[in-house]
C-alpha cells in the first residue's frame, strides 16, 4: 500500500516531464512489440536456441537505437527552427507543447549504447525503460555533448553535494572530482536554496569539508578563484580566495540593472502574502512549526524532533505557489511581481525572492559562459502552472516550483 502510494504520487502531473514521457512512449514499441518470451525452463538450450536469443536481443538493441536517432533529428529540427525565430513550427514542439530551448545537440543513441551496456535495458522483458532510465540517458547524453566546450558547471548543495541539511563532509569522495574539475580551467559554483544574507562563515560552515579538501590539496590562488557559492537560490554570491575562505561580492558587482532595481517594498509584499499563507497551512493543517522570516525569504521549520511528512510540505509548497500567483495576477499585485521560489526543502519548507534559474543566469553573464557552455546538476527541471523570468516553464527540484506570474 505504502509503495503504490508512493509510485502514484510522484507521478502526478506537477512532478511529471513531458519530455520524458514522450520518450517513454516511444520506447515501448520495441519493449511490447519485439522483446521475445525467454523460453520456459527445461526447454531446449542447445546453441542454436542460444544463439537464435542472441540474435532477438541484438535485434531490439537496434530498434532502440533507430527510435533515439529519430528523436535526436526531431531536436535537431527544433533546434533549426528555434534558430529562425520559429520554434512552434517544429514536430517535436507539435508532439510536446511544453518543450523549451535545446542549447546543445543529444546524442541520444551513443548515451543508450553506453546505458546498454550497463544496464541491459535492451534485454528486460517484463520492466520497460523507466523514468529514471531516460533520465540517465537524457544525462549522459548531454554531459557527451557539452564536455568539448564546458565551462561553467553548477551544482545544487543539499541531497546532491551533501545530505540535506547536512554539511559537506571531507572524506566526501566528490572532493577529489572537484578539485579535478577546477584543475581543468572550469569555473564550478554551488548555488543552493540556503540563504544566509552576506554570511560567509555559515556557508563556509555548510562547506566545511570542501574548502579543507582545497587546502590539503594546496591549491594556487588562481584555481581557488575560479569556485563560487551562490546562496538564496540568487542573491548571495561568494567567491573562494587563496586562504581557502569565502569572500562576499556585493551586489551591484554581479547582479543585472533589472535584479538591483527590485525594491523592498516589492519584496516585502510578496514575502507578507507567502507569510500569510504558510501561518494558514500551519492552522489548517495543525503543523508544529515555526514561520522563520529573512529579508528576502520565508520559510516553515519544525519544532526539534519533530518531522513533517511530504504530503503536508507539498501542501504548503503548492498553496503558497496558488496564493501567490493569484496575488500577482490581481491588480493591487501586479505593481509588486517578482520572480519567486517556493519549494519543499525536505522537511522544511521555503519562499524565496529570485530562483535557481536566475542563478545560473547571474553566472553565465557574470562569468562569460553561455548556455552551451553551462552544465546544471541537481535540480529537476519540468513542467508547472506559471511563467519563471526567462518566460519558459519550469519546475525546480523536487518539490520546488519557480515563478513569475
Keep these: 500500500m505504502t509503495s503504490m502510494y508512493t509510485i502514484n504520487y510522484a507521478l502526478r502531473a506537477h512532478k511529471r516531464d513531458p519530455f520524458i514521457e514522450f520518450i517513454k512512449g ?29 540474435n532477438l536481443m541484438d535485434a531490439n538493441v537496434s530498434r532502440y537505437c533507430d527510435i533515439l536517432t529519430s528523436i535526436e533529428e526531431l531536436i535537431n529540427e527544433h533546434r533549426r527552427k528555434e534558430s529562425k ?73 543539499d541531497m546532491t553535494l551533501y545530505d540535506d ?19 581543468f580551467d572550469l569555473n564550478v559554483c554551488v548555488v ?21 579538501g582545497f587546502e590539503s590539496a594546496r591549491l594556487p590562488k588562481k584555481i581557488c578563484e575560479r569556485f563560487y557559492v551562490l546562496g538564496g537560490e540568487c542573491n548571495y554570491l ?12 556585493p551586489e551591484s558587482e554581479y547582479q543585472p540593472e533589472d535584479m ?16 500569510e499563507t504558510l501561518k494558514r497551512c500551519i492552522d489548517d493543517m495543525k503543523l508544529p ?38 496575488y500577482l495576477k490581481s491588480p493591487s499585485g501586479k505593481q509588486h511581481s517578482l520572480p519567486f521560489c517556493a519549494f519543499n526543502g525536505g522537511h522544511d519548507v521555503w519562499v524565496d525572492i529570485g530562483n535557481k534559474l ?22 529537476q527541471y519540468t513542467k508547472t502552472l506559471a511563467r519563471s523570468i526567462s518566460g519558459s516553464l519550469e519546475y525546480c527540484g523536487q518539490g520546488r516550483y519557480c515563478g513569475q506570474s
Design 192 to 212: 543552493t536554496a540556503a540563504g544566509y544574507p552576506g554570511d560567509a562563515q555559515r556557508y563556509e560552515q555548510r562547506l566545511s569539508g570542501l574548502l579543507k
Design 358 to 379: 536566475i542563478g545560473v543566469q547571474i553566472l553565465q553573464n557574470f562569468l562569460g559562459a553561455t548556455p552551451a557552455e553551462t552544465l546544471h546538476v541537481g535540480d
Design 26 to 54: 516511444m520506447l515501448m514499441t520495441p519493449f511490447v512489440l519485439h522483446a521475445k518470451p525467454i523460453p520456459p525452463k527445461g526447454a531446449s538450450t542447445d546453441k542454436d536456441d542460444i544463439n537464435v536469443e542472441e
Design 165 to 183: 541539511g547536512k554539511d559537506f563532509e571531507q572524506d566526501s569522495a566528490l572532493v577529489n572530482l572537484l578539485v579535478k574539475l577546477l584543475e
Design 289 to 326: 512549526c515555526t514561520i522563520l522570516r529573512k529579508s528576502k525569504a520565508v520559510g516553515i521549520v519544525p519544532q526539534p524532533n519533530v518531522r513533517i511528512f511530504r504530503e503536508q510540505l507539498d501542501e504548503c509548497v503548492l498553496s503558497t505557489q496558488h496564493y501567490l500567483v493569484s
Design 238 to 249: 561568494f567567491q573562494c580566495q587563496e586562504n581557502y575562505h569565502l569572500k562576499y561580492i
Design 85 to 157: 525565430g520559429v520554434a512552434e513550427q517544429s514536430r517535436l514542439k507539435r508532439l510536446v507543447p511544453s518543450v523549451s530551448t535545446f542549447h546543445t545537440e543529444l546524442p541520444l543513441r551513443k548515451s543508450f549504447l553506453l546505458a546498454n551496456a550497463k544496464h541491459s535495458i535492451a534485454a528486460r522483458r517484463f520492466v520497460p525503460p523507466s523514468f529514471n532510465d531516460i533520465r540517465r540517458i537524457l544525462n549522459t547524453a548531454q554531459i557527451i555533448a557539452i564536455a568539448p566546450k564546458l565551462k561553467l558547471i553548477t551544482f545544487d548543495g
Design 260 to 275: 538591483l532595481s527590485w525594491s523592498e517594498h516589492q519584496i516585502n509584499a510578496i514575502l507578507d502574502v507567502a507569510q
